[in-house]
């Protein structure tokens, strides 16, 4: 006969014996991570670059009732790095077992080992898969040239039966690195005179060496370890336009430059500065973010000397952007003030016949040989901004020993070749007699810009002309309007 039960009494027995049913259906296979100072969060306190070395240490328990082998794996699910990307190096973030901190089993790592980015096999337990416990100590060692900032990464623990199916234990762990600023920069800038200047001047420059600079200011750049992230450094005018004084802007594009080496990345390997009143792209990084170095040379271009007269003074900037979750992420890694003197220029240069200067030879000329003409090249440079004139001034007639003379008509002058700016004049485009005593030939645009005249002149003999040895002086001179 069977005693009838309460329904509270029938429940509690029921709850009972389900669990009395689990304790016996499941094994047991458990992993615990635990850090030093508590929580579950690795933490590194701020570290300067002259700080010692910091140690933290995280203890590993293990509980197993399979009766089987195990062991315990490191990976690295997200290295140590900011939000920028840029990665913590590899030697400043370590790790190592601490000896005999386990009772059984066998430790892995007992010497101080960088921390891989990859599995590891930290601990394997003896044959029976005992119960056991270890001691990992994680290093941060501060360097000159680290890089400040908040670094993070995730590190996970995997706790595997060896021969069993039994399924693996996870456990993440966060790590945080707060790093101050190394004493060395990561990009170290610097010229070839040692001085953060860049200085150009345009005195000693003339039509025969225009590019004869004899000191070419050169900007060497160091990236002294690799970032882990891609990044583009360029060189940019502070303000945009490179101004004078008084307020007038000099043509960037009369300032050249070159780069060499940087064989990690890919070099801008010349150009001109116009770009950089924005933001002019130099060198582009491996996509790890190597380390590397490169030299930039500048030099004034050509027409250098012919921009206003005055002293120009800015500063350039080098940006390095790195690539990050966020974008680009820019910052002002080193700068150089530049000086920039166009010495006063207003002067005429005169070449004919192979040499400097009016030497118009026109050998023998007769009504047989034909006409005979001689060339003038005419260079008037100014950069003064104002408007000048070129004249020519004629001493007298062609004439000989016995003052007979050529005709006007006979002695001729041609414009027949210039290259001049707008709003210039030329006043002889078409053959026409040499005139005696002074006259204009060329007038310059209201901003006075230099100009080249290739001046043809022509002697011709009649045949009643007479015999002897013609000659006459020829001479030209700049003035300012």
């Known amino acids: 006969m ?5 329904p509270y009494k029938l429940l509690i027995i029921f709850i009972v014996g389900s669990l009395c049913f689990a304790a016996h259906s499941f094994a047991a296979l458990d992993l615990t991570v635990t850090p030093s100072d508590g929580g579950f969060d690795l933490r590194f306190t701020r570290l300067s670059a002259g700080d010692f070395k910091q140690a933290k240490e995280v203890v590993l328990r293990v509980n197993s009732d399979l009766g089987k082998q195990y062991r315990v794996s490191q990976n690295i699910i997200t290295p140590l790095a900011t939000m920028d990307g840029t990665l913590l190096p590899t030697e400043q973030f370590k790790m190592y077992a601490l000896v005999n901190s386990n009772t059984s089993g066998t430790l892995v790592y007992r010497e101080e080992t960088p921390v891989n980015d990859f ?59 707060e790093l101050g600023a190394g004493s060395v920069p990561l990009v170290e800038i610097s010229t070839n005179a040692g001085v953060n200047r860049l200085v150009f001047t345009s005195k000693g420059m003339n039509q025969e060496n225009g590019f004869a600079f004899k000191d070419k200011p050169r900007v060497s750049i160091k990236v002294r370890s690799s970032l882990g992230t891609p990044y583009r450094i360029y060189q940019s005018f502070e303000g945009g336009s490179v101004m004078s004084g008084s ?68 500063r350039l900037n080098f940006i390095m952007e790195k690539e990050s979750i966020s974008g680009p992420a820019p910052e002002v890694v080193g700068s150089m003030d530049v000086d920039i003197n166009i010495a006063p220029l207003f002067e005429m240069t005169v070449f004919s016949n192979g040499q400097e200067g009016v030497n118009l030879k026109f050998g023998e000329v007769s009504f047989k040989t034909g006409p005979k003409v001689c060339d003038v090249d005419v260079y008037a440079e100014s950069n003064m901004g104002r408007p000048y004139q070129i004249i020519q001034k004629v001493a007298g007639p062609m004439m000989n020993e016995n003052s007979e003379k050529v005709p006007q008509k006979d002695f001729t002058i041609e414009i027949e070749q210039a290259d001049p700016k707008d709003g210039a004049d030329i006043y002889i485009s078409k053959e026409s007699p040499v005139k005696e005593g002074e006259s204009v030939i060329f007038s310059s645009g209201p901003g006075g810009e230099s100009a080249h005249l290739k001046v043809k002149y022509k002697l011709t003999m009649q045949p009643d002309t007479k015999s002897g040895n013609y000659s006459t002086q020829i001479f030209y001179s700049l003035s300012m309007l």
Do not use: C, H
């Open 119 to 177: 599995a590891t096999i930290l601990y394997t337990s003896n044959g029976a898969g005992d119960n056991d416990s270890f001691k990992l100590v994680y290093t941060i060692t501060p360097t000159d040239a680290q890089l400040r900032g908040s670094y993070y990464g995730r590190i996970a623990y995997i706790l595997s039966p060896i021969d069993s199916n039994q399924l693996q234990v996870v456990v993440n762990m966060n790590v945080y690195v």
């Open 247 to 314: 307020g007038e802007e000099f043509d960037l594009k009369n300032i050249l430059f070159s780069a060499s080496g940087g064989q990690n990345g890919r070099l801008t390997t010349s150009g001109d500065l116009a770009a950089a009143k924005q933001k002019q792209l130099i060198y582009t990084s491996s996509p790890e973010g190597s380390e590397n170095t490169f030299t930039i040379s500048y030099e004034p271009a050509k027409d250098f000397r012919f921009a206003k007269t005055n002293d120009y003074r800015t």
């Open 2 to 6: 069977f005693r009838k039960l309460s």
